[in-house]
C-alpha cells in the first residue's frame, strides 16, 4: 500500500488541527529543550532543586535496597572465605607477626614526623569526618558520573566536600539536599584532581574517562616518567582534596602521561566518609624561622623575608653571609637551631 | 462475596487502565537509574526511552507527538542529564517515529528492530554529545556496551510491552 499523497484524515476539521497542533507542540517541546539545556549550561543548580526533592522522595527505598546489595555482597564474601580457610588463616597469622614489627616502626616514624613538622610550624591539616555514608544508586544510564549519598545537608554536608573511601577518593559533593547529597565521581570527565606520584612526588593532574579509569596528565611534558603499577595519590595542591589520598594504579603508559585505575572502586565500598574541605594553610616562613621545606633554589628568596621579624638575630644574619656566601641553603639551618 | 454484575456482551477495557498502563511503564523504566547500581561507567540501557519506542512501534498513534516532552523532562531529572537533553531527543525521535509510520507503513519485525536501534544509538550519542559540549570530553567507546545492551533488550522490551498491551486492553 502506497502512503496516502495527503495526511488528512478526513473532512473533520477538528481531527486535521489535532494533528497539525500535535506537530506544533512537538517541534516547540523539542525546542524548549534546547532552551532548557541553555538554562542547565548558565545556571547548573537550576534544576537542583526538582532533582533533590525527585532523590529525596525515592531515597528511603534505595537504601533498603543498598542494605540488601551490601549483605549479599557481604555474606558472598564470608562463604567463599571458608573455601582454603586453614592455609588463610596460617598465612594471614604469619602477616600479623610481621606487620607488628612494621606498625612499631611506623609509629616511631610517625612520632618523628610530627616532631619535624611541629619545627617546621607546619599544621598537618587532617580533613575531618563531616559523615559516613553509603552511596545509594548512581546515573547509571548516562555518561555523566554521578552517585547519590544517603546524607545531607542535615547531617552537615556542604557543597565541596571531598569524599572518600577506605581505599582511596571517591569525588566530590556536588548538590546537597535535606538528607541526600550528589556526588561528582572521580570517573566523571569534569572531574580533575591534582595528584603526585605516591614514590617521589612528579607532579599530574587527574581526570576521568567516563568508563572508571582516569587520565593521569603530565603538567611537565617531557620523557614519560611514568611506570605500570605506580600509585598516585592527591597532592593538596588547590585545596578541596586533602593530600596522601590514594587515587589511581597506573595500568597503561600513553603519549603524555598514563591511564589509570581508581582505587577506590565505588561499586564495591561499603561506606564512604565525607571530609571537610581542604584548606592549605599557607606555612610563614618568618613564623617557624625556617625556609619552606622545598628546594635549595627558593632559600636566598626567603632569606630577606626572614631578617625582618628577627630583630635579636640580625647580628648573626649580617655574619652569616660573609662567612658561607656560597652555600645558602645551610645559613638558615644554621640559624633555625640558635633560635629556640 | 458477590462478584458485581458485569455485561456480558460488548465489553470495554478500562478506560483508566487503558490510559495508565503505557504511561506507567515508561515512568518506571526511566526510574531504573533509581536501582542501588553504583556504576562507574555507563553501562545500564535508557529503559524509559525503550519502553516508549516499543509502544509507539507496536501500537502506532498510542503517543501524540509531543509526548516525548513530558516523558523526557521525568527521564532528565531521574537520569543526572542535564535538564533538557531527553526534552529534545526523545521529541526528535517521536516525530522520527511518527514520519516513517507515514512514509513506511508496512514493516516487518526486523525493519522494526532496525528503527529501533538506529532511534537508540542516536539518543545515546545525543546524550554524550550535550555533555561533550556541555562539560567536557568522553570518549564515545564510553557508550559501546550500553547500545549494544539498548539494542539487544529491544526484542525482550517489545514481548513485555506486548504482554502489558493485553492487559491494558483486557476486558
Redesign the interface.
Known amino acids: 500500500m502506497a502512503p496516502p499523497r495527503n495526511r488528512r484524515p478526513g473532512f473533520s476539521r477538528k481531527a486535521q488541527l489535532q494533528i497539525f497542533t500535535g506537530y506544533l507542540l512537538a517541534f516547540t517541546g523539542a525546542f524548549a529543550g534546547l532552551l532548557l539545556l541553555a538554562l542547565s549550561h548558565f545556571d547548573p543548580a537550576a534544576f537542583s532543586a526538582v532533582r533533590s526533592l525527585a532523590t529525596e522522595v525515592s531515597a528511603p527505598p534505595a537504601r533498603l535496597l543498598t542494605g540488601m546489595r551490601v549483605g549479599v555482597q557481604q555474606g558472598w564474601r564470608e562463604v567463599s572465605a571458608y573455601f582454603y580457610a586453614g592455609s588463610k588463616n596460617a598465612e594471614l597469622q604469619r602477616e600479623a607477626e610481621r606487620n607488628r614489627i612494621r606498625l612499631i616502626e611506623a609509629r616511631a616514624l610517625k612520632q618523628e614526623n610530627r616532631e619535624l613538622r611541629r619545627l617546621l610550624g607546619l599544621i598537618k591539616q587532617e580533613g575531618r569526618p563531616v559523615a559516613t555514608a553509603r552511596l545509594i544508586n548512581s546515573s547509571a544510564s548516562s555518561s555523566r558520573r554521578f552517585a547519590t549519598l544517603d546524607v545531607g545537608s542535615r547531617q552537615g554536608v556542604q557543597r565541596g566536600q571531598p569524599v572518600r573511601a577506605q581505599r582511596g577518593l571517591i569525588g566530590r559533593v556536588l548538590e546537597t539536599g535535606p538528607n541526600t547529597s550528589r556526588v561528582l565521581l572521580l570517573s566523571d570527565a569534569e572531574n580533575v584532581v591534582p595528584v603526585r606520584r605516591a614514590r617521589d612526588g612528579t607532579v599530574a593532574f587527574s581526570q576521568g574517562r567516563g568508563d572508571g579509569r582516569v587520565d593521569i596528565k603530565l603538567i611537565d611534558i617531557g620523557i614519560n616518567p611514568f611506570k605500570v603499577g605506580d600509585v598516585m595519590v592527591t597532592s593538596g595542591n588547590g585545596g578541596i582534596y586533602p593530600p596522601n589520598v590514594p587515587v589511581a594504579i597506573i595500568e597503561k603508559l600513553t603519549g603524555d602521561g598514563a591511564i589509570g585505575k581508581l582505587l577506590a572502586n565505588p561499586a564495591a565500598t561499603d561506606f564512604v566518609i565525607v571530609q571537610e574541605m581542604y584548606e592549605p594553610e599557607l606555612a610563614d616562613p618568618a613564623a617557624s624561622g625556617l625556609p619552606p621545606a622545598n628546594t635549595q633554589a627558593a632559600a636566598p628568596l626567603a632569606a630577606p623575608r626572614r631578617a625582618e621579624p628577627a630583630t635579636d638575630a640580625a647580628p648573626e644574619t649580617a655574619q652569616t653571609p660573609a662567612t658561607t656566601p656560597a652555600d645558602p641553603a645551610s645559613q638558615p639551618r644554621a640559624e633555625g637551631q640558635q633560635r629556640p | 462475596m458477590n462478584a458485581p454484575y458485569r455485561a456480558r456482551l460488548n465489553r470495554e477495557p478500562s478506560a483508566f487502565r487503558k490510559a495508565a498502563v503505557p504511561i506507567g511503564s515508561v515512568l518506571i523504566g526511566s526510574?531504573?537509574?533509581?536501582?542501588?547500581?553504583?556504576?562507574?561507567?555507563?553501562?545500564?540501557?535508557?529503559?524509559g526511552l525503550i519502553v516508549l519506542i516499543c509502544w509507539q512501534l507496536l501500537r502506532p498513534g498510542i503517543w501524540?507527538?509531543?509526548a516525548?516532552?513530558p516523558f523526557?523532562m521525568f527521564d532528565d531529572?531521574?537520569?543526572?542529564?542535564?535538564?533538557?537533553?531527553?526534552?529534545?531527543?526523545w521529541?526528535?525521535i517521536?516525530?522520527a517515529l511518527d514520519l516513517i509510520e507515514?512514509?513506511?507503513?508496512?514493516r516487518n519485525y526486523w525493519q522494526d528492530w532496525f528503527i529501533a536501534a538506529i532511534a537508540l544509538i542516536f539518543a545515546l550519542t545525543g546524550?554524550?554529545a550535550?555533555?561533550?559540549f556541555?562539560?567536557?570530553?568522553?570518549?564515545f567507546?564510553?557508550?559501546y556496551p550500553?547500545m549494544i545492551l539498548a539494542i539487544f533488550l529491544y526484542p525482550l522490551v517489545l514481548r513485555l510491552v506486548a504482554r502489558l498491551d493485553h492487559i491494558r486492553l483486557k476486558r
Open positions: 526510574m531504573t537509574p533509581l536501582l542501588p547500581i553504583v556504576a562507574s561507567a555507563p553501562v545500564l540501557p535508557p529503559f501524540p507527538v509531543w516525548g516532552v523526557g531529572i531521574l537520569s543526572g542529564q542535564p535538564v533538557g537533553s531527553a526534552v529534545l531527543l521529541s526528535i517521536l516525530i507515514q512514509r513506511y507503513i508496512w546524550g554524550l550535550i555533555n561533550n556541555l562539560a567536557s570530553d568522553t570518549r567507546s564510553v557508550l550500553q
